[in-house]
């Protein structure tokens, strides 16, 4: 049985993934437990701030445990953690745990390859108001993605736009304008349920993983 310490345990997402192991018989615990045994734990989940991240990370390290985590907002400093523990564990960071943002991204990627003019792009990254990063690890990552790869294709600066409404789980809208018109595409989430699966799937996926970095991507090409 696979069996899970998630960081964040009683916040919005760590209750999510916890529904999902009870749905898919796996143990999940409170990473913050003093009743947790080492020698069964798969990897841990973490979902909390960057500082718990980083205490996240340490233990991980010390303790030789895969760590997955969707903490946003972190630093320089945090990545430098990052770069130390991914040469004593298989670590993964994604800001977006979903396979319709990885889709989203794929069709993106077609249309960009398909036209010849430049366009003006525009992110539109929409949260609940308890979201405290802003913009968004995943609007973010998308920026980065569009940069890095179809900057020739991108009239700069890409405008990037956060918005914080009552309880919406995301919205992500990618807006491109050119000569010949507006193409817009757009990812919706309806739940954490979406995050939370994903999680537990790359939880899965890592802890049969080797030492090192990984991606959400990376779990996605080997999965499908």
Avoid at 102 to 122: D, F, G, H, R, T
Wanted: aromatic share 8%.
């Amino acid at each position: 049985m696979l069996h899970i310490l998630i960081n964040g345990f009683n916040g919005k997402m760590g209750q999510a993934i916890q529904a999902q192991c009870k749905q898919s018989g796996l143990k999940a615990m409170d990473f913050h437990s003093q009743e947790k045994d080492l020698n069964n734990i798969s990897a841990v989940i973490d979902f909390s701030s960057p500082d718990g991240f980083i205490a996240c990370a340490n233990y991980c390290i010390e303790n030789s445990i895969p760590l997955i985590s969707g903490t946003t907002g972190l630093s320089d400093e945090h990545l430098e953690i990052v770069s130390t523990a991914k040469k004593s564990i298989p670590i993964l960071l994604a800001s977006n745990m979903s396979l319709g943002i990885a889709n989203l991204k794929s069709s993106i990627e077609q249309y960009l390859l398909s036209i010849s003019a430049p366009s003006k792009c525009q992110i539109i990254e929409i949260h609940h108001t308890n979201k405290k990063d802003s913009p968004s690890g995943t609007a973010i990552e998308i920026q980065s993605f569009l940069e890095n790869l179809f900057g020739s294709k991108i009239d700069s600066p890409i405008d990037v736009q956060s918005q914080r409404i009552g309880d919406i789980f995301g919205i992500h809208r990618i807006i491109f304008k050119n000569a010949e018109g507006v193409t817009t595409f757009q990812h919706i989430a309806n739940s954490r349920n979406v995050f939370a699966r994903g999680a537990l799937q790359a939880a899965k996926w890592i802890s049969a993983q080797e030492i090192g970095e990984y991606s959400f991507a990376d779990f996605l090409n080997k999965k499908l």
